[in-house]
């Protein structure tokens, strides 16, 4: 059942994860001068943690001992002085580590938009956009606590730990070895868990992807599910996907939450055995009792980075997922693309050729074979046929939204394939079936054909094509607000919206997937004279279903059967009394 379809998962291949996390920290290496100086801060809280027990030994041994309050006074306010500084310097490095983390978030989030951007129409029809909103959105934020930590936690408690070690072995061997005993079974563990939980996290990541898609999807239709009254098979879907996220969760986190008693049990037993051999130590007279309580100090500072560390490395595994998804995408290349010596389409006349095209979009089932035909500058061509024909197909192939299987088409007598995208789809005027329309005013979205047009530019091109009238009945005129996709207006009236926005591109071909409300209201009046308009003085092609159109047309190619079979004008197609003829008779009969 289609919308099941959600909970299958995006396939994804296992990355080579340290490839990953060091693609992801060359983010950082713009930041170099920030980094420093948290390296630098983190030098000092450092040696004011590792400089306490110290403070503390001199004290026991040399002050306490002997009485001498003066001395005890002094080194009471150095310390006091080192940990105010120390402290200062924690909030500083928080401060900065997050503004240089956001900022590579940013960047990173820019990269992928407009990545996404040039990626073909191919990419988009093979998966929800739900789930490509996930990549932007959702992975991205799961990286944060990755970038932040790595600078905060990684550098200064791998320095710490190391520091640490040293000291530690430096005041007495015997205790430090105590103090490590379990740490190579701590290091065995965690590799042996990571392999484990890194997969996991992975399916949680798709699991996620999946929900993302479900709710983008079903909002986006809910007109349609509550037309259906599927409000609670819809609900039960989403239990379902809900489910398997929580699952897919709970698996992984499983994992990680072993992480923790490890490193609390190694710790532990460190403690009990420098405690052990400690006091035996002290009692032999082989260590002062400031080196033990020095040490008992030490242990807390090693065995607390540790902890830090294997933190960071738990959300290393949790979020590389994410980082794995967003390189997948920064890693997928437009299947269409301008071959290396592309030239800039000079300014198109609008002679279109397409000689011999032959198309399929999975590479089983053609859709157009052997297709030929010349149009000259200026003519207007109304495709017609049966659905699923192969019309959209056509007009689609001319922008170069697809890429041809055989045969070649020109404009111009300039093949497409040697110019660039951007100078061919740029004297293109496409306008689909479903007007799209952005959040904004109408304005917005009329100067969205050329955006540094002036508004008396706006106001004459939807003049031209007899929006104005209606536009300026709304409440507030060309500033009225329409929301997402433009529901608020009628299909007409957004159709006319569209068709200010494309004359004020002043498009050199024009491609019209005509929408197939043929009611005739005022509205459609306006919006067959509004093609009128849009036609005038330009080649185009229009995917028609309204009679007015198809009549006015200079040819009509007949579509069907992966090729055109039949052209020519409404007059002498219907003398042929063929398909045309036959599709005449069944569709427009009743209503001429
Ligand atoms: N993105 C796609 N991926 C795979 N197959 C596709 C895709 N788009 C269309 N098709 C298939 O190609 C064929 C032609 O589709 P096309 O959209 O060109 O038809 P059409 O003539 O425009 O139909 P309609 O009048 O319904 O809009 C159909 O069989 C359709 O299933
Ligand atoms: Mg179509």
Redo the contacts with the bound molecule.
Sequence with gaps: MAVNNFREDEQQENVLKKVTILRLFSYMKKYKKEISIVIFIMGVIIAVNVLNPIFIKIAIDKYIKKGNSEGLYIIGIIALALNLLGRYCIKKRILIMSRVSNKVLMEIRQELYEHLQKLSFNFF?NRPVGKVLARVIGDVNSLKVVLTNSVISLIPDFTTVIVVLIIMFILNVKLALGALALLPLLVFGMYFIQVRAHKRWQVFRKKNSNMNAFTHENFSGVKVVQSFTAEDYTSNTFSEILNDHRKAFINAVKLNDMFWPMVEVSWGVGTIMVFYLGVRMSEANEITVGTLIAFTSYIAMFWHPIMNLSNFYNQLITNIAGAERIFEILDTQPDIKDINEAKVMPEIKGEVEFNNVTFS??KNVK?LENVSFDIKQGETIALV?P???????IVNLISRFYDIDGGSIKIDNIDIKDVTIESLRQQMGIMTQDTFLFTGTVKDNIRYGKLDATDEEVIEAAKSVHAHEFIMKLDNGYDTKVNERGTKLSVGQRQLIAFARTLLSKPKILILDEATSSIDTHTERLVQQGIVELLKGRTSFV?AHRLSTIQKADRIFV?DNSNILESGSHEELMNLEGIYHNLYMAQFEAIS
């Design positions: 029809d979009y999975d859709v046929g659905t699923g024909a192969g019309k959209t197909t995917i579509v």
